[in-house]
């Protein structure tokens, strides 16, 4: 019996994308203002998950649970629903894409998210870098990662 599986996204869910993006933005990312939630919010409801190539993990009921976006060897984005925290998913997307890319991945991580950031480190990403400001220019410092090829 199938539990669950990672497959290429389709179109059709990328509203279930933005739910989840959504729902674990709300649950991990406490540290972001209202206005800047909002306008992140709008850019990924606008369609900015779509630059990345995209996986889905799907559960047996094939709902989606999870996403994950890659740009090259570099994980751009990875959310996995709330209600399937600490089941694996995480763990499950970075095992792919280091069968897809290798084991020189990279990630970067908004450092106030702790979770997260031990999330990558356990998973044996070491940190490789520092930046005041996340992608979009705001005041959100990202740890930037990669993972160390003894480990991974």
Same mark, same amino acid.
């Given at each position: 019996? +199938? ?17 989840? *993006?959504?729902?674990?933005? !709300? !649950? ?11 306008? $992140?919010? %709008? $850019?990924?409801?606008?369609?900015? &998950?779509?630059?990345?190539?995209? *996986?889905?993990?799907? =559960?047996?009921?094939?709902?989606? +649970? @999870? ?10 984005? &990875? ?11 995480? !763990? /499950? $997307?970075? /095992? ?13 991580? =908004?450092? %106030? =998210?702790?979770?997260?950031? %031990?999330?990558? &480190? /356990?998973? @044996?990403?070491?940190?490789?870098? !520092?930046?005041? /400001? ?13 993972? =160390?090829?003894?480990?991974?």
């Amino acid at each position: 019996m +199938i539990l669950a599986y990672i497959t290429a996204f389709e179109e059709k869910d990328y509203d279930k994308l933005v739910r989840i *993006w959504y729902e674990a933005v !709300r !649950r991990t990312h406490y540290f972001l203002k209202e206005e800047d939630f909002e306008f $992140f919010h %709008q $850019f990924v409801k606008g369609g900015a &998950l779509r630059t990345s190539e995209l *996986w889905v993990e799907m =559960n047996a009921g094939d709902e989606v +649970i @999870g996403f994950m976006g890659l740009e090259g060897s570099k994980i751009a984005t &990875l959310f996995v629903d709330p209600d399937h925290f600490g089941k694996g998913v995480g !763990r /499950r $997307f970075i /095992r792919h894409a280091e069968i897809l890319k290798g084991s020189h991945l990279q990630v970067d991580v =908004n450092e %106030q =998210n702790e979770g997260a950031l %031990q999330f990558y &480190l /356990r998973c @044996g990403f070491v940190p490789i870098g !520092r930046s005041e /400001r996340d992608d979009s220019g705001k005041l959100y410092p990202l740890v930037h990662l990669e993972m =160390n090829p003894s480990c991974g």
